[in-house]
């Protein structure tokens, strides 16, 4: 099968008759080119299938230069939700993507992160997760424009995204005491991400400030394996546990399923599961998840803000927070009666 050449500017110019820098202005938003020039142009660019190329331009246009986008484990639900909300909304605003998944090892990482930089890629995304904070660092020293999610305290001098989580995790372990809870833990993960800590801690606090024991387990990577293990190990005890905050809803999904089809338990009669993410299945018949709604459309309009603001070089860089409203569900149940 024959490879057919791509066209240049340059076999546009000669086909039509013009020169050079006509095509180029041809194709420049509000450049100045006669009626019947760019008639000419745009029926040889037409007929030898010519596509401006954009990356080239880019090396000078910081507006046309690729947006790198920085995350691991691409597949789980919610990072592909929040991979889908953010690449939807810069495509709206004309901003080209690339997407390095950094779940590999060091050395793969950093050569995917010197390939950004070698195609002058204009800012890097990093989202929440486990890139390693040297792939960062490589961005900064680059002079990159960085936005980071939900890894907020780790560096000076990027942009951050960040979601509040203190108020409301205080408010569903409120509501867990109120509905009987006694017996509390946090299921985690081992992969110590900024997000995950920060959720495992306000949780643990929560249980401190009202007196009640809380344990933390992490039983492997954050996954739906990870929590059907840790059901396992919690729910097998002469005293078993009665509530539970898990980290992510892939984490609870795996933790719900367990407790129900292994151990016989009523979720919520017998036991109270909190999730966090909002992802899609967290709201399936099967499991109904009482959770917290990460703001993904915010979170993609943010970004795409801070991308264009970036444009005036004199700028400080900024912080946006948000908030994680709680959905209540089925897997929590309500406040125990205080009537005989």
């Not at 264009?308 to 409203?325: G, I």
Request: a neutral charge; charged letters at 20%.
């Amino acid at each position: 099968m024959s490879v057919k050449n791509i066209a240049n500017a340059t076999q546009v110019a000669k086909l039509a008759g013009v020169s050079r820098s006509a095509v180029s202005r041809t194709f420049t938003p509000g450049a100045s080119v006669s009626a019947a020039t760019r008639e000419r142009v745009l029926k040889a660019a037409k007929e030898l299938n010519y596509h401006v190329n954009h990356l080239a331009r880019g090396l000078s246009h910081e507006r046309s230069r690729p947006v790198c986008i920085l995350g691991a484990d691409l597949k789980a639900p919610y990072q592909a939700s929040l991979l889908n909300a953010i690449t939807k909304r810069l495509q709206e605003v004309g901003r080209a993507v690339m997407v390095i998944n950094s779940f590999g090892d060091q050395e793969s990482s950093e050569a995917a992160i010197r390939q950004t930089l070698n195609y002058r890629a204009s800012a890097t995304i990093v989202l929440s997760g486990t890139p390693p904070a040297s792939l960062i660092e490589t961005c900064l020293q680059a002079g990159q424009h960085v936005i980071l999610v939900n890894r907020e305290g780790q560096f000076e001098g990027p942009d951050h995204i960040t979601v509040n989580v203190q108020s409301s995790i205080i408010k569903a372990h409120q509501l867990m005491s109120e509905a009987g809870c006694q017996n509390f833990a946090v299921v985690s993960s081992t992969i110590q991400s900024p997000s995950l800590v920060k959720r495992e801690n306000a949780f643990i606090q929560a249980t401190k400030d009202s007196g009640q024991a809380c344990e933390l387990r992490r039983d492997g990577p954050t996954s739906y394996e990870t929590g059907a293990k840790s059901a396992r190990q919690l729910l097998s005890r002469e005293t078993p546990i009665d509530a539970v905050f898990c980290v992510t809803d892939l984490i609870a999904c795996g933790f719900m399923d367990v407790a129900r089809h292994e151990f016989g338990l009523r979720i919520p009669e017998d036991l109270c599961i909190l999730g966090f993410d909002n992802i899609e299945q967290a709201g399936w018949y099967g499991y109904q998840l009482t959770t917290f709604s990460q703001p993904l459309s915010e979170i993609a309009d943010a970004i795409s803000e801070l991308l264009e603001s970036a444009l005036d070089n004199h700028r400080k860089a900024e912080t946006r927070a948000f908030d994680a409203p709680l959905t209540w569900r089925n897997s929590i149940r309500h406040r125990k009666s205080t009537h005989s």
